[in-house]
T-cell receptor, first 115, second 118 residues
Framework: QKEVEQDPGPLSVPEGAIVSLNCTYS??????FMWYRQYSRKGPELLMY????GNKEDGRFTAQVDKSSKYISLFIRDSQPSDSATYLC???????????????FGTGTRLTIIP | GAGVSQSPRYKVAKRGQDVALRCDPI?????LFWYQQALGQGPEFLTY????????KSGLPSDRFFAERPEGSVSTLKIQRTQQEDSAVYLC????????????????FGSGTQLSVL
């Protein structure tokens, strides 16, 4: 069983819809939770970053972390065709002064927003 | 440069050949990571450098994989005697951490090298 589980999709929704993406994990030591967006043939780019449990909002994006359930979510409001990409959740056990924390990624969910 | 640059973008190798993949991190970035991303999967950690020191190589799948960063800037990932299971996108990422809590917000990925072993 993988440490991080993510439904690979694909997921297709109409423009303007609310999108919900989720990951579950098994490692209780994970404390830092991230969502990356990856366009085709590009590297991942960081969307949201959350420490421990709680919510974080940035524009149309909201990240939620529930450590008691080992479950994280990303919500996209007013989805746009430009949001079509693969969304990867990622986690790490710690953040250091030296940037040596390695990330554990989910498999990614392929999302298509239909105009 | 403006971002993390990787070359070549695509590499086709015959089984058994050696390959070398190059990463030019963002100038001045101390931390450098290599990740392997198989088709339809998320990236998996391979190795980490802090300047020229390779501090973590726990993710390298076999002794055929070797990485170096001799002057603390450009890094090369070398794969000897390539096998079909080595086919993947190899991603390089760099960061320049300024303190706790800021590190991952400063992690920048390159577009990767897509390696196909025939």
């Amino acid at each position: 069983q993988k440490e991080v589980e993510q439904d690979p999709g694909p997921l297709s929704v109409p423009e303007g819809a609310i999108v919900s993406l989720n990951c579950t994990y098994s490692n209780s030591a994970f404390q830092y939770f991230m969502w990356y967006r990856q366009y085709s043939r590009k590297g991942p780019e960081l969307l949201m970053y959350t420490y421990s449990s709680g919510n974080k909002e940035d524009g149309r994006f909201t990240a939620q972390v529930d450590k008691s359930s080992k479950y994280i979510s990303l919500f996209i409001r007013d989805s746009q065709p430009s949001d079509s990409a693969t969304y990867l959740c990622a986690m790490s056990e710690f953040i250091s002064n030296f940037g040596n924390e390695k990330l554990t990624f989910g498999t990614g969910t392929r999302l298509t927003i239909i105009p | 440069g403006a971002g993390v640059s990787q070359s070549p973008r695509y590499k086709v190798a015959k089984r058994g050949q050696d390959v070398a993949l190059r990463c030019d991190p963002i100038s001045g970035h101390v931390s450098l990571f290599w990740y392997q991303q198989a088709l339809g999967q998320g990236p998996e950690f391979l190795t980490y450098f802090q300047n020229e020191a390779q501090l973590d190589k726990s993710g390298l799948p076999s002794d055929r994989f070797f990485a170096e960063r001799p002057e603390g800037s450009v890094s090369t990932l070398k794969i000897q005697r390539t096998q079909q299971e080595d086919s993947a996108v190899y991603l390089c990422a760099s960061s320049n951490p300024t303190g706790p809590g800021e590190t991952n917000e400063k992690l920048f990925f390159g577009s990767g090298t897509q390696l196909s072993v025939l």
